[in-house]
């Protein structure tokens, strides 16, 4: 065991740094010719040329890691160590990309995009993003700045994917890019076999324009009118052999063999993958789409035995609460206008197989991992799976764990044997059909329990009772709409929309959705008044961002279970908490009895730590950071980054974050493979 590993302890987001400004930006304010001076400054950052509380989120661009830093002076000291090392170069403005942003009638900023390069050890190309305000003497200065690695400079771009069809025939891909010519097919053809090839969006000397080759048009963060336009194209590598998709190398790709240039021709499974990815839900696609655009070789381990599992076998009626150009998997528009705004878990399921398709992902199912070994000398795992029940032995530099949420926990009650019932928890629940007439509580209120009252409601239940035990955050789905609408939509890039909800520092994010969460709160008082009236507590001005980072959930995205509890049809047992079964129901601390035929617990699950112990052993798992949370710079714990031991990472979170996030882990393992790792700058200089 590794005696001096300490896990980063967690803090409160509310005891984050940075605040909005007090600023008025005028309307007749030439926002390009304001923001373009910064340019030259960033090239030796100065505190002058910041608030004295600015803040600069980087990631992984300059301090190889996710790190926000606080106040001009120690943004000063950490630039000027960073830019020393990896040379900073190259800024450039993207055009049209400078607006004026406001966030109510005292709030408002100047904003803009631009690229950049770095010369360090290992050369990359970068993005950013600038927020500008004037001070008390009306000069401007950065309150914040964000930077963003986007790729390693002369291998691919983690966010073009190319379809095999698309390679053979040269067709547009729908992303962002264009497929190449003929003769650029060819030159790539020649190069199949090569692990990391040079692809040819490659092309320029300098940083590309915009955000991956596109410029940034007047896309704004609170509004949705401005759309990003396609100014600058980016080329997937042509990196083919007579038309077949390079990264299959004669693996299984969901169960049919393919074979490729390398001659194995489909008939033996390699024994070395540079990175094995566990899970093929969206955190375990979307890496393993990102490392194959990057051509690191990958393998994806699912013990279902389909592709959408992970969804199908939840319960009936589950489907996503937020919209579902938030749900697309990279590379693509996976679930396009045609589809539902709010996808069911079959929508979910189609999606992703039609993705491993398309894009001839490398998934093995009904493999389960069953044990992973270390070796410290040869920096390797050795896997031992069981694939449909065969053993067998795998290789790997990296171990990607997106498991998602599998052990559940759930309260002791006292004499559970004598209650005459069932009692499930909702990782085994899957509809309340035959309980028809009979009664039927849950315990818990958060999103799933919410659903499950519903389904009891629905299925003819002679009466449902949640039981509330703490304050529940209730955020209507159509609050939750306006302001995630504004970015994922059907006109605004994926791509861009990802980098302007998740790029700025989580305190800044977090202040904007709280203030217009509680102003849209406040207009319908009696949404939430309803609900008190009927005996739940609510939480009608929560953070929603202390539950999505914080907790990890217990808040409900109501879509319509509300106003049932509200009319009285769901009943709430709030007022007292349960102690132990009786032979027909619950009993509670109040000395009242509820009956019941069927208890579902929707109590949570355990953190993915704890779940993946049994696996790469104790002694391993002790030097591991908890999965989520937040350490004190708001920055998540664990996940995406490096985990406290090497080549393992953990990736999960929301549809959207395990979208965009995948990119920088599979950047991270793609340095790592080059043999020219990120170097993690640790250090926050005191800024004296």
Known sequence: MNPIFKRTPAASISTLPGSLPVAHVADDVDAAAVAAPFMMRLESLNADDMTHDALWRDSLALTGTFRTFYSAAVIQAAWKDRASRN???????????????????????????????????????????????????????????????????????????TPRAEVATGTSNGVIGYVGSAAEMANGAANGVNRHPKPAADTTSGPSSGVNGYAVNGTSHGTANGVASVNGHTKPAADTTNGHSRGVNGHEVNGTSHGTANGINGHAEPKHFDCVVVGAGQAGLSTAGRLKAMGVSCVVLDRNSRVGDNWMLRYDSVKLHTVRQ???????????????MFLTKKDLATGYQRYVDRFELDVWLSTGLEIANWSEEKKTWTLRVRRHGEKKIITCRHIVFAVGQTSPTMPNYP???NFKGTILHSVEYKNPLKWKGKAGIVIGTANTAHDVAEDMLNAGLSSVTMVQRGRTYVLPVQFQSRVMGALYNDH???????????????????????????????QEPERFDALERAGFKTDRFGDIYRHLYERFGGHYMDVGASAKIAQGLIKMKSDATPIGYTSNGLEFSDGTEIPADLIVFTTGFVNMRKEIAPIVGEEIAEQLEEFWGVDQEGEILGAFKPSGHPGLWYMGGSVGQARYMS???????????????????RATPSGN
């Open 415 to 417: 004499n559970r044997e």
């Open 326 to 340: 938030f749900a697309h998997l990279p590379g693509e528009t996976t679930f396009g206008p045609e589809w539902p």
């Open 492 to 522: 605004t890039p994926t791509e861009l929309a990802d980098r302007l909800a998740m790029s700025n520092p989580t305190n800044v994010t977090r202040l904007m959705a709280l203030n217009g969460l509680t102003n849209m709160a406040r």
């Open 663 to 681: 990119r920088f882990v599979a950047l991270q393992v793609q340095a790592d493979v080059l043999g020219t790792p990120l170097e993690i700058y």
């Open 87 to 161: 040379h900073p170069v190259g800024f450039t403005l993207n055009p049209h990309s400078a607006r004026i942003a406001r966030h109510g009638p005292k709030t408002s900023w100047v904003e803009a995009s631009f690229v950049f390069e770095t010369q360090g050890p290992l050369p990359t190309k970068c993005s950013g993003f600038l927020s500008l305000v004037p001070d008390g003497k009306g000069v401007w200065k950065i309150w914040v700045l964000c930077t963003i690695l986007e790729q390693l400079k002369g291998y691919g771009n983690p966010d073009v994917l």
